[in-house]
């Protein structure tokens, strides 16, 4: 007790998170006369997950040609016929009133965006119905530029919010851990919105390094719930050279390269058993992330992986001439972006040795994006006055499966959460701090220092991502989830024990370490939890003990929250608004997408 | 594969050079990165590097260092193609922790 903070920043609205979320959020709360403070974990548009991007983003084809006046875009692709895909694309588990929010808010975003965008000296590849591919970093230097055309916004970088303060259950605050001085500063304010990005906890991944779930774990801590966290999406992510690994050439080349086919074999030389009729519906698009997740998963499980974990892309049914035209196709897109030869800022030199040396190139499958986070409203609301959530630390609109975009989704929720904010902190005082609280907090954060002889956060966290490789894969089991959740909590009751063998504060990636890992213990005890009492699959949660989609039982959300004895775990149907909810079943989560009774057509 | 790593405290503002054994690189290629992961994880959890909030393929440019006395970023440096490695911090910035420095 007695500790001191460092530093004291007052606001309206505290917006966390350096990419699209926070940065939309900052801009359309200060644009409503907000006191705006932006806090990023990184440097803002170089940090969090939408830097990796590799596809792009998209709206609706009449909104496209009546809201941003772009001749080319395909109007046959309405909003209707938005909402219809992605809502079958969820598996039916999308908040169907986060989805109205996502394809009627998204065009007025993306208009905003673009003229960014523009003024920025941004490029993108336009495509039908009205989509633009772009670089992660172009489509970050574009919001960059939205946040410099916007006044009332203090951006602090290189500050990781670690805590969300209440006082007398409203939103007062939160605690920021300044990473390269170890300063740890109050933030007052009226309002938080949480942009903070998502929950990834695998060895294999193609995310920057802050997927570690602090705005779910953190709003959960502060009252709200959880939901569809048992819900992953992967896909297919560099293993070979040994050097890539994580890079997602393979799902740029697949989206790019589309005149060239190819057959998925395993260790033996063996094709993957992927009817033709998925390929002919996935390949190409983002529904294949699914589709090759599942195929990928299986064979894996049974042993057919290569060396590196994945399998093996044979391109040999190709021409020479037909390879060359594919690769040029891709650099005459993403030219504007790299080097030419290279993917993002990695020579693909050897890649494309062995795809004309007809080498097989084996490819693994890396963690993208939870489905699951905060359950918030189409407000962004959570349930704690003053606190909203946006972006992929949200949850509601892509339920099981995202095809969407995760663009669109944190920036038209990022305006959201701005206004919402704005509204709630119209005729309101800034709020007294709960000093029982943060003395509190500021001992949990601070007693880690004086801990001996407990195990290295790095450590403990990389065992955090072994657990959940080992059980809460791809392809998932009773057994296995089991001994998951086991693992899981007994990593809970070791965690107070950590020991920093850093004794000083100034980048201490020790200490940073131990409170992500708190946060993504919180996380994969909320997904494992529900990964068990789905006895179904849906989506990317893959049972194999249980490999039908069974709409009759399970067409419901697993909601999360913190109870006097932990963490409690409820039912509640996905809310609807103008589209039936399916009974029945479905074989497997690749039959639900064959039966023409879905008259699924993105 | 041996690597030296240039070591620097805060708070005694002292300055020294660890050395490290990274057995690993002979079964896999690795970039900086790759080792300095190893290095934390196995051999000395207290090495910084930049490690928050980096993308590990060149996009950021955040984990910039210098190899052998050349500066490069972590995440795109093959530490196999070098016989031993010497890092130390990127030039012309302030010193933060070890290899962590800031503009």
Redesign the interface.
Known sequence: MGHQFDRVMECDLLAAG?SGAGITAAIYGARKGLNVILV????VG???NA??AGGGFGIDGQSGNELLGLKDADPSFTQEKMFDCIVKESFYLADQNMVEQYVTEGPTVVKDYLGWAQRAGQDFFFCKPANWISS??SFTKALVQGLKETDGIRTVE?V?IVEVLTSAGETCGAIGLD??TGELILFRSKSVVLGTGGYQPFSKNNT???MTGDGPAMAYRAGGRLTDMEFILSFPTAVV????K??IYPYVFEYNMRNLTYTVRDKNGDPLPMPEEIIKLSRGGKLSKLVASYYFGYAADAGLAGPNGGFFYDYSANSRQEKEKGFETFYSRFDRWHRHGYY???SLAKVEQMIFDDEPLEVGIGAEYCMGGVEINEKMETGVPGLYVAGEAGSGVFGACRVGDGLVEMMCQGMRAGYSAAEYCESRALPTVDEKQTDRLLDKLLSLFKNRGGR????FY?SIEDICDRGFGVIRTEEKLRLALEEIQSLKAEWPTLTL??R?R?????W?WALQAENLLTCCEAGIRAALLRRESRGCHIRKDFPKVDHDHYLVKFIHQSGPNGMETYTRPPIQTTMDLPGGTCETVISYFLDPGLNYHR | MIVLIDRYDPDSTRNWTDTFDVPETEHRRMTVMDVLEYITLHLDPTVAYYHHSVCDHGICGRCTLRVNGKTCLACLTVANDYPQLHLSPAPGRTAVRDLVTRP
């Open positions: 350096g990023s974990k990184g440097k170089f940090s969090g830097i990796m992660g970093l290189d990781a990473i390269y920057v390094t802050d050279p040994q050097e890539m994580g890079s993002k800022g990695e290295s956060p790095i450590e990389q063998s850093t000083s100034a980048y201490n990636a020790e940073l």
